[in-house]
C-alpha cells in the first residue's frame, strides 16, 4: 500500500502537474478551506486526543496553518522567479541567475501534540515549493488522523496530496522509498531511525526534534510579567510543546518569589482547580502520565493499589528505601556545593512505590555533570526534584497532572535528566549569568532558549555565547507563531527549518543557471595549448582577481 502510494505520488509529480503557479495557488487556497471550514470538526479532535482547549486548537493551530498558507501563495511570484546574479569579469560577456525548483516526491512524518499544525504547516510550504506530497500523521492522536485522512482527498488533489495512517509498521515501510525529501517533527531516537533510512537512498531530511529549553530569570527582570509569560509559554497544551520553557534558571535575589508568582499566574489562568478549568489539557496517553509522574518529587503521587499483600510491603520497602537514598543523596548534594540560600522549609516527602528515573523516547537528553558551585543548594529542601509550590496533583483515570512548579530542583534529578514534555516546572537557583551560561552550555544544543533580563550586556551575553534554535528576550513561543521567522533546531534539536520562506527553500532546490553566448568567443583565450603569451595573460587575470 505505503509503495503503491509513493508510485502514484511520483508518477504524478514526473507529469510535471505540480509545478504550475496555479497549482500551487490552487492547493494553498484548498489548505485554508479545508481548515476554516471544518474548524469544529478539527477541535472535538483535538479535544478527544489531548483535551485541548477550543481557544488553544483555533489559535495555536488552525490559524496558524491558515495564516501560512496564505503568506507563502501571496509571495509565490518573488519566490519562483530567476534571481539574478553576478558573473566574475573574466567570463565576460555571461549572465548568471538561480531558480527554484521543487525537490520532488516529499514525506511529512507530523508528531501527536499540535496534529494539525505540524502536519498543515510544513505541507503549505512544501505544497507552494510544488511538490507531491505524502503526509503520515501520528497514531497516538487518532482522531485528528482520522480525520486529516478523511478531509485532504475533499479539498486537496488526490493525486498529488496522499494521507497514509498507521504506526510504526507503516511508518517503517514508508521510510524504505525514495523520497526527494523527508520532513520529521518528533522525537530524537525516532529521528535517527529517519536519517538512518535516509541515508539509504541519500535522501535529505529536515528533523524537527526538541530538547531541554531553559528560561533564565534575573533581578531585573519584572517579575509579574515574566511569571505570566513564563506560565503561559509553559504550561500551554499541557506542557506538550517543544519550544516551552523546560526548566528554570532563576538568580538568588528572585528564585523564590519568581516560583510563587508563576504560581499565581497559574491560579489567574486556570483557576483554584485547573482541572475543571475548560482551558487546561491532558496528557496524551497513559505511558506519558506515568512517566510525568515519575518526574515528581517522592511521595506526590498516591501508588496504584497493588494486586496482593506481598507486593503491597514491597512496594513499601522500595518506596521507603528509594526515599533515604534521595534524601541521602540531596544531603550530600548540599554539602558539596558553595553559595547556600536561604529559603522556606520542605514538606516531608512521603514514600511511594517506584523509582523516580523514567525516560522519554521521543526527545530525552542526557545531562552533563554541572560543578557545585553553579546551581544553590536550597536549605530544607530534601528531594532532588525540589518543592512543590504548586501543583503536584494528579488524576490517572482522566491523564490529568495540575500545573506543578518546582522549587529549589537539584540538577541531579530525574527531571532534568530528559526533556519534560508535560505541566511540570523545575526552579533552579543559580549564582549568575555566567553561571546560567555554563550550565546551559554543558547540555546539548535546545530548540529554544530564553532570557528575562533588562540587562543589555546580560542578554549580549545570551546571544554571543549560547547556542540555540531561536533565543527570546521576555517572550517564550514568539518564534513559532511567525511566518517571517525560520524555525528550527541545532545540534540534537534538530535539522534544517521552516516557515515562509525558509519552508518554501527547505522544500526547494535552488538551481544555478550560467549562460554566454557563443560569439564573440572569448574563451578561446583560455583554451590550450599554454604558451608563453597566455601564461602573462594568466599573470595579469591573477593580479586582478
Same mark, same amino acid.
Given at each position: 500500500?505505503?509503495?503503491?502510494?509513493?508510485?502514484?505520488?511520483?508518477?504524478?509529480?514526473?507529469?510535471?502537474?505540480?509545478?504550475?503557479?496555479?497549482?500551487?495557488?490552487?492547493?494553498?487556497?484548498? *489548505?485554508?478551506?479545508?481548515?476554516?471550514?471544518?474548524?469544529?470538526?478539527?477541535?472535538?479532535?483535538?479535544?478527544?486526543?489531548?483535551?485541548?482547549?477550543?481557544?488553544?486548537?483555533?489559535?495555536?493551530?488552525?490559524?496558524?496553518?491558515?495564516?501560512?498558507?496564505?503568506?507563502?501563495?501571496?509571495?509565490?511570484?518573488?519566490?519562483?522567479? %530567476?534571481?539574478?546574479?553576478?558573473?566574475?569579469?573574466?567570463?565576460?560577456?555571461?549572465?548568471?541567475?538561480?531558480?527554484?525548483?521543487?525537490?520532488?516526491?516529499?514525506?511529512?512524518?507530523?508528531?501527536?501534540?499540535?496534529?494539525?499544525? /505540524?502536519?498543515?504547516?510544513?505541507?503549505?510550504?512544501?505544497?507552494?515549493?510544488?511538490?507531491?506530497?505524502?503526509?503520515?500523521?501520528?497514531?497516538?492522536?487518532?482522531?485528528?488522523?482520522?480525520?486529516?485522512?478523511?478531509?485532504?482527498?475533499?479539498?486537496?488533489?488526490?493525486?498529488?496530496?496522499?494521507?497514509?495512517?498507521?504506526?510504526?509498521?507503516?511508518?517503517?515501510? /514508508?521510510?524504505?522509498?525514495?523520497?526527494?525529501?523527508?520532513?520529521?517533527?518528533?522525537?530524537?531516537?525516532?529521528?535517527?531511525?529517519?536519517? %538512518?533510512?535516509?541515508?539509504?537512498?541519500?535522501?535529505?531530511?529536515?528533523?524537527? *526534534?526538541?530538547?531541554?529549553?531553559?528560561?533564565?530569570?534575573?533581578?531585573?527582570?519584572?517579575?509579574?510579567?515574566?511569571?505570566?509569560?513564563?506560565?503561559?509559554?509553559?504550561?500551554?497544551?499541557?506542557?506538550?510543546?517543544?519550544?516551552?520553557?523546560?526548566?528554570?534558571?532563576?538568580?538568588?535575589?528572585?528564585?523564590?518569589? /519568581?516560583?510563587?508568582?508563576?504560581?499565581?499566574?497559574?491560579?489567574? @489562568?486556570?483557576?483554584?482547580?485547573?482541572?475543571?478549568?475548560?482551558?487546561?489539557?491532558?496528557?496524551?496517553?497513559? %505511558?506519558?502520565?506515568?512517566?510525568?509522574?515519575?518526574? /515528581?518529587?517522592?511521595?506526590?503521587?498516591?501508588?496504584?493499589?497493588?494486586?496482593?499483600?506481598?507486593?503491597?510491603?514491597?512496594?513499601? $520497602?522500595?518506596?521507603?528505601?528509594?526515599?533515604?537514598?534521595?534524601?541521602?543523596?540531596?544531603?550530600?548534594?548540599?554539602?558539596?556545593?558553595?553559595?547556600?540560600?536561604?529559603?522556606?522549609?520542605?514538606?516531608?516527602?512521603?514514600?511511594?512505590?517506584?523509582?523516580?528515573?523514567?525516560?522519554?523516547?521521543?526527545?530525552?537528553?542526557?545531562?552533563?555533570?554541572?560543578?557545585?558551585?553553579?546551581?544553590?543548594?536550597?536549605?530544607?529542601?530534601?528531594?532532588?526534584?525540589?518543592?512543590?509550590?504548586?501543583?503536584?496533583?494528579?488524576?490517572?483515570?482522566?491523564?490529568?497532572?495540575?500545573?506543578? $512548579?518546582?522549587?529549589?530542583?537539584?540538577?541531579?534529578?530525574?527531571?532534568?535528566?530528559?526533556?519534560?514534555?508535560?505541566?511540570?516546572?523545575?526552579?533552579?537557583?543559580?549564582?549568575?549569568?555566567?553561571?546560567?551560561?555554563?550550565?546551559?552550555?554543558?547540555?546539548?544544543?535546545?530548540?529554544?532558549?530564553?532570557?528575562?533580563?533588562?540587562?543589555?550586556?546580560?542578554?549580549?551575553?545570551?546571544?554571543?555565547?549560547?547556542?540555540?534554535?531561536?533565543?527570546?528576550?521576555?517572550?517564550?513561543?514568539?518564534?513559532?507563531?511567525?511566518?517571517?521567522?525560520?524555525?528550527?533546531?541545532?545540534?540534537?534539536?534538530?535539522?534544517?527549518?521552516?516557515?515562509?520562506?525558509?519552508?518554501?527553500?527547505?522544500?526547494?532546490?535552488?538551481?544555478?543557471?550560467?549562460?554566454?553566448?557563443?560569439?564573440?568567443?572569448?574563451?578561446?583565450? $583560455?583554451?590550450?595549448? @599554454?604558451?608563453?603569451?597566455?601564461?602573462?595573460?594568466?599573470?595579469?587575470?591573477?593580479?586582478?582577481?
Amino acid at each position: 500500500m505505503t509503495n503503491q502510494t509513493f508510485e502514484q505520488l511520483k508518477k504524478t509529480y514526473e507529469s510535471g502537474r505540480t509545478r504550475p503557479l496555479a497549482w500551487r495557488r490552487a492547493q494553498l487556497n484548498a *489548505l485554508r478551506r479545508l481548515v476554516t471550514e471544518n474548524r469544529d470538526a478539527f477541535v472535538s479532535s483535538a479535544m478527544a486526543d489531548l483535551g485541548k482547549p477550543a481557544a488553544e486548537t483555533v489559535l495555536m493551530e488552525l490559524n496558524l496553518v491558515a495564516g501560512e498558507a496564505q503568506f507563502v501563495r501571496n509571495r509565490l511570484s518573488l519566490w519562483t522567479a %530567476r534571481h539574478p546574479k553576478a558573473m566574475h569579469w573574466m567570463l565576460q560577456p555571461a549572465a548568471g541567475w538561480t531558480i527554484a525548483e521543487p525537490q520532488g516526491v516529499v514525506l511529512i512524518i507530523s508528531p501527536w501534540n499540535y496534529p494539525v499544525l /505540524l502536519a498543515l504547516e510544513p505541507m503549505a510550504d512544501a505544497l507552494a515549493a510544488g511538490n507531491a506530497v505524502c503526509l503520515k500523521p501520528s497514531e497516538l492522536s487518532p482522531d485528528t488522523s482520522k480525520l486529516l485522512a478523511e478531509l485532504v482527498p475533499q479539498y486537496l488533489d488526490s493525486e498529488a496530496v496522499r494521507v497514509v495512517e498507521g504506526g510504526p509498521k507503516e511508518t517503517g515501510e /514508508l521510510l524504505k522509498c525514495p523520497f526527494n525529501h523527508i520532513f520529521y517533527t518528533g522525537g530524537g531516537h525516532v529521528g535517527k531511525i529517519v536519517m %538512518r533510512a535516509a541515508a539509504e537512498h541519500l535522501t535529505p531530511v529536515t528533523l524537527e *526534534l526538541g530538547g531541554k529549553s531553559p528560561c533564565f530569570v534575573d533581578r531585573t527582570a519584572d517579575i509579574n510579567v515574566a511569571a505570566r509569560r513564563i506560565a503561559w509559554g509553559k504550561f500551554t497544551n499541557a506542557g506538550q510543546t517543544c519550544v516551552a520553557p523546560d526548566y528554570v534558571l532563576a538568580t538568588p535575589d528572585v528564585a523564590e518569589a /519568581l516560583a510563587e508568582r508563576i504560581a499565581v499566574a497559574i491560579t489567574e @489562568f486556570y483557576g483554584e482547580d485547573p482541572k475543571a478549568s475548560p482551558d487546561f489539557g491532558r496528557i496524551i496517553n497513559d %505511558r506519558h502520565f506515568e512517566r510525568l509522574c515519575k518526574l /515528581l518529587p517522592v511521595g506526590t503521587v498516591p501508588p496504584e493499589e497493588p494486586s496482593s499483600p506481598l507486593v503491597q510491603v514491597a512496594s513499601a $520497602v522500595g518506596a521507603a528505601m528509594d526515599m533515604v537514598g534521595r534524601r541521602f543523596n540531596a544531603v550530600t548534594t548540599g554539602r558539596g556545593g558553595a553559595g547556600e540560600m536561604a529559603g522556606s522549609a520542605n514538606n516531608a516527602a512521603k514514600p511511594t512505590a517506584g523509582s523516580n528515573m523514567a525516560a522519554a523516547d521521543d526527545g530525552a537528553t542526557a545531562s552533563a555533570a554541572v560543578e557545585p558551585s553553579e546551581i544553590h543548594k536550597v536549605p530544607g529542601v530534601f528531594d532532588l526534584a525540589g518543592r512543590i509550590v504548586c501543583g503536584g496533583k494528579v488524576d490517572r483515570a482522566a491523564r490529568y497532572i495540575a500545573p506543578t $512548579v518546582l522549587y529549589g530542583t537539584s540538577p541531579d534529578a530525574p527531571v532534568m535528566k530528559e526533556e519534560i514534555f508535560g505541566p511540570i516546572l523545575p526552579i533552579l537557583v543559580v549564582e549568575d549569568a555566567e553561571s546560567a551560561i555554563r550550565f546551559i552550555n554543558k547540555r546539548s544544543r535546545p530548540l529554544a532558549a530564553y532570557v528575562f533580563s533588562r540587562d543589555h550586556e546580560v542578554r549580549l551575553t545570551f546571544e554571543r555565547q549560547t547556542s540555540s534554535g531561536a533565543l527570546g528576550y521576555s517572550l517564550p513561543l514568539g518564534h513559532l507563531l511567525s511566518s517571517r521567522l525560520p524555525f528550527g533546531g541545532v545540534g540534537a534539536s534538530g535539522i534544517g527549518t521552516y516557515h515562509g520562506k525558509a519552508g518554501f527553500l527547505t522544500f526547494s532546490h535552488v538551481k544555478t543557471v550560467v549562460t554566454k553566448p557563443q560569439f564573440p568567443d572569448t574563451l578561446r583565450l $583560455v583554451y590550450p595549448p @599554454f604558451n608563453e603569451a597566455k601564461a602573462k595573460l594568466f599573470d595579469i587575470i591573477a593580479k586582478f582577481s
